[in-house]
Structures are given as structure tokens and as C-alpha cells.
Nanobody, 119 residues
């Protein structure tokens, strides 16, 4: 049973920093693609950052400000968020998936953690 538990959200002023954590069980973060998504009120969920076995990738709006990383020993993925802006306000979700067929996959999501950036 795969479980993802996020933590680290909160209220911060613009320009501040937060570090989100995603503790995983039932899956090894070292060998699986791990993503951070976010969803702002009234908006679609968007992919923010991805870490694979050897690469990281970011959506344009967070490049240079956010850093995704992992601690294999703790089986945890992190999202370091610096220079936060009010438009970063959203619920942040950790995600991973496993392929169940050639074109199908099963996604796993955490419960989400709220990030609020005040101006």
C-alpha cells in the first residue's frame, strides 16, 4: 500500500521560504518518479516539480526559486521554496505513480498541505 504524507506548509510573507516534505511508504523514492503539484482556488492542479532517478524538472514559474530533492535513507522528497510570491499560494500535493499497462498508470496522492503567501 503506497502512502504519501506531506508536511511543512504554512503562512509566510512574500519573499520568505518554506520547505515541504513528502514521506513515502510502500514505494522507494530512489527508484520512482516523484512529483509536486499544486492547486490554487478556482484553478486546475498543475505540475510544479519532478524528480526522477537522475533528473529534476520545474514549471517555468518556479524555476530558480524552488528546488526538489530527496533523501533516500528517509524515503522522503522535499520541495524547498524560496522567494515565495502570493501567486504561489495553493494546496501542494505529493504524487507518484506506477504503470499498470502500456498506456495506463495508477496515481498516488498525499492529502495536501496548504501554502499561503501574504503580500
Amino acid at each position: 500500500q503506497v502512502q504519501l504524507v506531506e508536511s511543512g506548509g504554512g503562512l509566510v510573507q512574500a519573499g520568505g521560504s518554506l520547505r515541504l516534505s513528502c514521506a513515502a511508504s510502500g514505494i522507494a523514492v530512489a527508484f520512482n518518479t516523484m512529483d509536486w503539484y499544486r492547486q490554487a482556488p478556482g484553478k486546475q492542479r498543475e505540475l510544479v516539480a519532478t524528480i526522477t532517478k537522475s533528473t529534476t524538472n520545474y514549471t517555468d514559474s518556479v524555476k530558480g526559486r524552488f528546488t526538489i530533492s530527496r533523501d533516500n535513507a528517509k524515503n522522503t522528497v522535499y520541495l524547498q521554496m524560496d522567494s515565495l510570491k502570493p501567486e504561489d499560494t495553493a494546496v501542494y500535493y505529493c504524487n507518484t505513480y506506477v504503470f499498470t499497462g502500456w498506456y495506463t498508470r495508477r496515481d498516488y496522492w498525499g492529502q495536501g498541505t496548504q501554502v499561503t503567501v501574504s503580500s
